[in-house]
């Protein structure tokens, strides 16, 4: 758990609690942009009172890391769920996840990336992606550049708002980089 979130929900009105702070700011980011993202604004778009959000979240940043964590949790569970099917590589599993998770709500994605990305925290999505990459042939050395070189172009992507994110090439593109790296 974040060391900035305070309670971790654990029971079905809890879970509720944190699931509307989610989309609450997940809507206020995608209408308004990161300007209009507030605590106060969180809790009203929410149906919430501003004590309540303090008990799961110290402020707004570790409400967008909480989450990144969580949206990683779920990309690592896809990741898993998906893991071995007939014809697909793992490495293209793995960059095809990373992109459709990173696509979606582009102005949350960024600003989640951006404040998970000040705790110095290494995502757990990445962590997973390194290891379907990791099956590539090569040295530890290769799979280090291949693993960064793919999520470097995606956090690029989703940092700089580039519309590339949305070109179904992106996934030809990246698994053609790790293919031919690896041959």
């Known amino acids: 758990m974040p060391q900035s979130q305070r309670r971790q929900p654990r ?29 106060n604004a969180i809790a009203q778009r929410a149906g919430i009172s501003i004590g309540t959000l303090y008990q799961y979240h110290a402020d707004k940043r570790a409400i967008l890391v909480a989450m990144a964590l969580a949206e990683n949790a779920k990309v ?11 014809g697909v590589s793992s490495a293209r599993l793995a960059i095809r996840t990373q992109i459709a ?6 102005v949350t994605r960024r600003a989640c990336l951006r404040a998970i990305l000040e705790t110095g925290h290494i995502p757990t999505e990445e962590k997973t992606t390194n290891r379907l990459i990791e099956r590539h042939p090569g040295d530890r050395l290769d799979r280090f550049v291949i693993s960064r070189a793919v ?8 940092l700089e708002g580039s519309p ?18 690896s041959a």
Request: no cysteine.
């Open 76 to 86: 690592r569970e896809t990741l898993i769920a998906a893991a071995g099917p007939d």
């Open 11 to 39: 029971q079905a009105r809890a879970l509720a609690t944190q699931a509307a702070i989610f989309e609450a700011t997940a809507q206020i980011l995608e209408a308004q942009g990161e300007a209009a993202l507030t605590t």
């Open 164 to 181: 590339v994110l949305a070109d179904p090439g992106l996934e030809d593109a990246l698994v053609k980089l790790t293919e031919r790296y």
């Open 151 to 158: 999520i470097g172009v995606i956090r690029a992507a989703v």
């Open 101 to 106: 998770i990173m696509a979606d709500r582009p």
